[in-house]
């Protein structure tokens, strides 16, 4: 190994298929994550100052210089007082885990953890502040991590070889990837290393996933590596690309005191721990690492091992079907449609508990409307359970509408400047309000047991933005009230083990790793009819498990076959969910219904066990694509090829196979496969089109 001036190497410690190098310098502690099979490689770039593993910021001290304040807390004085203490290793039977304890000049200690899963292609990391002296600590920034020496393979990094992926998200428009070479970024070293080059994003709020996810990638063109993270915090969140000279850094955890309102007093002898970052490095493009980083979502699932989530059971929703007003005689109706179908989940959505207001306005008294169920929800209920399908309900547990009872109960609501925080026509629960608890006790997991539910959708419709009034700071306030939020789902899980939970936030405003972890699948989007949906949800493998990817396929009484093989096809991605006119559909398209249903059976194991490979022209626009998509799931000898046509007429396969095991929307479309010069390639009679092939690879 080259480089490293001013650096010693503390130690070396390899985690399967990554290394990781610990150095201390004259001013803290660094580390070091490569691939193990380059590692002998490394060679530290040109350094003219040091980074540290811990990124902190204590009231007090100064802050970073380089024309940086106000934009990051990166380097403080907090940073530069740091020492290494010692390191505890920790080994169990199918976990490893590293703790690097650094102290500053009051005494206060600081701990990095990173802990390895045996045989799992991640490690995560997380930074516990220990407050050891005998007055209170204000923090006002804590990383969960921070990665240096990017990249460690040269002296001085080429000019257009480092770039960042980051993937924005909108309402509808969830994961679109953007890719930028650091110099178009500026985050490119000025003549001498006086001025910080900074490019720092992140989300304030309640909806982790407004604007970016939280999750980046830097990528090595000339070694083709990549380093990926996925911070798991469902609120206020930040990451800093930061870059003062040759060593380029990227660090993330909660939201700071600039840019989150965050400030967080530490009593003595009290410890604090930041949200968890999930990281791995790759030979390989930002796609494998992203795949690698969503294995670590299995470990959860492994535990739960609810029957009808390990067979990828298939659901319907009514939501499209009534758009928020449910009735007992639409229930019924619809239980008629689907007997007999391959479906396993009917699922209530908003609007069963409605006024005259509607479901958006009323939700928070949780009281069955009398007037869409005049016999109570036990007719209905009893109704799913005769057509051997599980019943689910929607719940929105944080929030009340503006005309429900509930949303007058103010001492038990959250405030902003002393008045209820309303925005549009929701307020909010306070969370950490133990008659709030109470009250939802007996309102949701009481009406749970009481009905037999066996699966709880839990949505979330607004954002309460920046915080509220407390005792402490606006982001602090922020991230307990979220906290307890989780703590009451686990309350739900812990008395009622057996139901499955559905993650939901306006589609996909909560699709961060603490929510998909904590429960058993995702909706992917709201995207509810349009024709963006299998870009949205082939975006989505990068973030979590195509098993936990609930895909609706919203079906319409006017939808050619065409169109119904677009729609359902697209839920080949994940989890089908099914919508919308299906008490006036004709037998023909029931029979596409049907043989998608068919297909999908087939392909279950790729969905939940397989590798993706996703290939698409440039896509500009979302709502009128052109060019192609391919997904590859791959397992073993097989492979699920998942193709959606924009506008081609001809599109050329990415593989060579030797058999088709079985095929959907081919032969009723008119989508022909022929083989020329030993390349495959599909021809298409129109535009938005949608196929898919199970294929034996060899």
């Known amino acids: 190994m080259k480089g490293g001036r001013y650096m010693q190497k503390l130690r070396t410690v390899v985690f399967g298929d990554m290394t990781i190098d610990y150095y201390q310098s004259a001013e803290s502690v660094e580390w070091l994550l490569s691939p193990t099979s380059l590692h002998h490689e490394v060679q530290l770039p040109k350094k003219t100052k040091f980074d540290s593993l811990i990124q902190a910021k204590l009231i007090g001290d100064d ?11 990166r380097n403080s004085a907090t940073v530069k007082s740091l020492r290494l203490v010692k390191q505890i290793d920790k080994q169990e039977s199918n976990k490893k ?18 802990s390895w899963q045996i045989g799992f292609p991640v490690i995560e990391t997380y930074v516990t502040f220990e407050n050891r002296t005998k007055i209170p600590q204000m923090l006002e920034m804590l990383a969960s991590f921070s990665l240096s020496n990017l990249s460690p393979f040269y002296d001085e990094n080429p000019i257009g070889n480092l770039s960042l992926i980051r993937y924005q998200s909108k309402w509808s428009f969830e994961g679109r990837k953007t890719i930028q070479l650091l110099e178009d970024l500026q985050l490119e070293p000025s003549w001498k290393p006086s001025g910080v080059g900074l490019e720092k994003f992140g989300q304030v709020g309640s909806m ?11 990528y090595d063109k000339q070694k083709d590596i990549t380093w990926a993270v996925s911070l798991a915090q469902p609120g206020s969140w930040q990451f800093d690309a930061y870059r003062l000279d040759e060593d380029f850094c990227l660090s993330g955890g909660l939201a700071d005191r600039d840019y989150g309102h965050w400030l967080k007093a530490v009593m003595p002898g009290e410890v604090f721990v930041t949200p968890k970052a999930y990281l791995t490095v790759t030979c390989g493009n930002e796609a494998s690492a992203a795949q690698r980083l969503t294995k670590i979502l299995t470990l959860p ?5 609810h ?25 019924l109706k619809n239980l008629a449609a689907l007997k007999g179908k391959a479906i396993q989940y009917y699922v209530i959505d908003a609007g069963w508990y409605a006024n005259q207001h509607g479901w958006e306005r009323s939700h928070g008294d949780w009281q069955v409307s009398s007037s869409q169920f005049p016999n109570g929800l036990e007719t209905v209920i009893a109704a799913i359970k005769q057509h051997d399908l599980i019943p689910g309900i929607w719940f929105e547990i944080e929030t009340v509408g503006d005309q429900s009872v509930a949303s007058t109960f103010f ?5 902003k400047d002393g008045q209820p925080l309303t925005v549009g026509n929701r307020r909010f629960w306070n969370m950490r309000d133990p008659w709030v608890i109470d009250y939802l006790q007996e309102r949701v997991i009481n009406f749970l047991t009481y009905y037999d539910i066996g699966y709880l959708k839990i949505d979330y419709n607004e954002n309460f933005g920046i915080g509220f009034d407390g005792k402490e700071s606006f982001g602090e306030e922020s991230r307990l009230q979220l906290l307890a939020t989780q703590a009451f789902i686990k309350r739900i899980q812990q008395q009622l083990p057996d139901l499955i939970i559905e993650n939901c936030s306006s589609g996909g405003h909560r699709l961060e790793y603490s929510m998909i972890q ?6 992917f989007s709201d995207a509810h009819e349009a024709i963006s949906v299998p870009i949205i949800a082939a975006n989505l493998h990068d973030h979590l498990l195509p098993r936990q990817s609930l895909i609706w396929a919203v079906i319409r009484k006017r939808d050619s076959p065409q169109r119904l093989f677009y729609s359902l096809i697209s839920t080949f991605l994940g989890r089908i969910c099914l919508s919308g006119d299906i008490n006036e559909l004709s037998k023909e398209q029931w029979k596409v219904i049907d043989d998608c249903f068919v297909f999908y059976d087939h392909c279950r194991p790729l969905i939940k066990d397989g590798t993706t490979t996703v290939v698409r022209s440039q896509i500009l626009s979302y709502r009128k694509p052109t060019g192609y998509q391919i997904v590859q799931r791959e397992l073993g000898d097989q492979a699920l090829l998942i193709i959606h046509n924009f506008d081609q007429t001809m599109v050329e396969l990415p593989m060579d196979f030797r058999t088709i095991l079985h095929t959907c929307g081919f032969e009723c479309q008119g989508i022909q496969l022929q083989k020329k010069k030993n390349k495959w390639y599909l021809s298409f009679p129109s535009p938005l089109m949608g196929c898919a092939m199970l294929i034996k690879l060899r």
Request: charged fraction near 20%; include cysteine.
């Open 411 to 415: 001492e038990h609501l959250l405030n």
């Open 208 to 218: 982790p996933v407004r604007g970016w996810f939280p999750q980046a990638a830097i």
């Open 301 to 305: 699932l492994a535990q739960k091992q």
């Open 518 to 523: 904590l429960t058993d699948l995702s909706s």
């Open 97 to 114: 885990e590293i703790a690097t304890i650094l102290a500053d000049d009051r005494g206060n200690h600081y701990t990095h953890y990173v």
């Open 63 to 73: 802050y970073p210089k380089g024309f940086s304040t106000g934009s990051t807390m």
């Open 307 to 331: 029957p009808t989530e390990e067979d990828l059971a298939i659901q319907f929703n009514e939501f499209c079907t009534s758009w928020g007003r449910p009735t007992e005689a639409m229930t």
